[in-house]
């Protein structure tokens, strides 16, 4: 093991106290839970990573996103023309030029939903959903629609998923809610997955397959997280029905994919507004502060994640650049971190630190997003308004040390 590598695996341990120490060092952290989150992300990394049985689920992965690629972009030719992606009618004078983010890469969104309706109304999603749930609840102890809902943001967005649980929503101790919450930042939803996939694929390889397990190893990273900086009470228990069966929202497979259409459309049009909005906000702040210090927001955002950069097994002159990616991504979001990544022909960093940064980017920790999962959240469970909004931010902590576990535990797995 290279000195990297063990610089990632103390790491890993590093940024478990670190959860610890922001949740007040609070009594009651279960052991069990500690052992099963550390030893379920190193498994499923480890098994995903280097078993080339199951690595052959990355290339089919990785094929299935190109498909979808392909088949959208005959949509946006015909609707957008060459804004969509059709043939030019004029010499591209600037390579890369010709390419327009809303017209050509974010209508995968709306492909992506109504796919994903299909196979929810299939009964497909629900299946390896539950699977996915009852392992997380055994591993950890947690109730069953807790775990339930963790399982489901693998695949589905941080609102999507607690209305899956809704019925029990109201029920979850406060510890589940945070556990909840977490697991909502920590992950990306489907969609936006295979989005980052193209903006990656000229610098990371087999990108699709690496963020499916970046968010299948941020499921138990986020569970564990929060458990530590919010254990249960002796006094608490879990809600322990086994939400195992996802409530039929659809009749028939012709209106899963009209209302799947139409939530990516909302979707689409979110993520518009939102990179619109925070994109100019932060321009607007930077302009205010940088003349002052000589700083941007994101820079001393770098600032924070630089001990964290060096915890997940950076090398040191590579650390305040793997910072600046994750600072860029609290401030603004994730997708603005991603797609400078993929344009930027890596930032300069080496292929492991790259790799490292795809994984700890996974995930929709930022105050955009925050905003986004309490505003859903309330209005499903207005009763629990008070715990949710109180929970918003240190969800957010609690989401982004997750993520940042992720880059820890592939960096341990990743030899330079």
Known sequence: MS????????????????????????????WRAVAAGLGLQLLLAAL????????????VFGAAVNALAEATKA????????????PLPFDEK??????????????????????????????????VVAAMGRVLARAFGIGGATGFSVAANVFVGMVEAPLLI?????????SEL??????????ISGNTLVVYALFLAPVVPDAAGQLLVASLVAAPASVLVALLMMPPRREDAPVVAAATEAPRIYDSSMEALVRGTMDGLNLLLGIMAMLVVFVALVALANMAIEPLTGLTLQRLAAFLFWPIALAMGVPAEQAMTVAGSLGTKLIVNEFVAYLELGTSGGLGLDARARLILTYALCGFTNLGSVGIMLGGMVAMCPER??????????????????????????GLLTAP
């Open 178 to 187: 945070f556990v909840v919450m977490t697991a909502g930042l920590a992950t």
């Open 166 to 174: 809704r019925p029990w929503l109201a029920q979850l101790t406060r």
């Open 3 to 30: 000195l990297l590598q063990l610089q990632s695996a103390a790491g890993l341990l590093a940024l478990c106290l670190l959860a610890w120490a922001i949740g007040g060092f609070r009594r009651g952290v279960s």
């Open 94 to 127: 600037t390579p890369g030029g010709s390419f327009i983010l809303f017209f050509q890469a974010l209508p995968l969104v709306l492909v992506v939903g109504a796919l994903s309706a299909l196979l929810y109304h299939w009964r497909v999603l629900p299946v």
């Open 385 to 410: 308004r008070g715990d949710i909004v109180a929970l918003g931010l240190p969800a957010l902590v609690s989401g982004t040390i997750a993520c940042c576990m992720t880059g820890a535990v592939v």
């Open 48 to 59: 995903l990573l280097h078993v080339p049985a199951l690595r052959v689920v990355f290339d």
């Open 75 to 86: 949509g946006t030719s015909l609707v957008f023309g060459y804004l969509g992606g059709a």
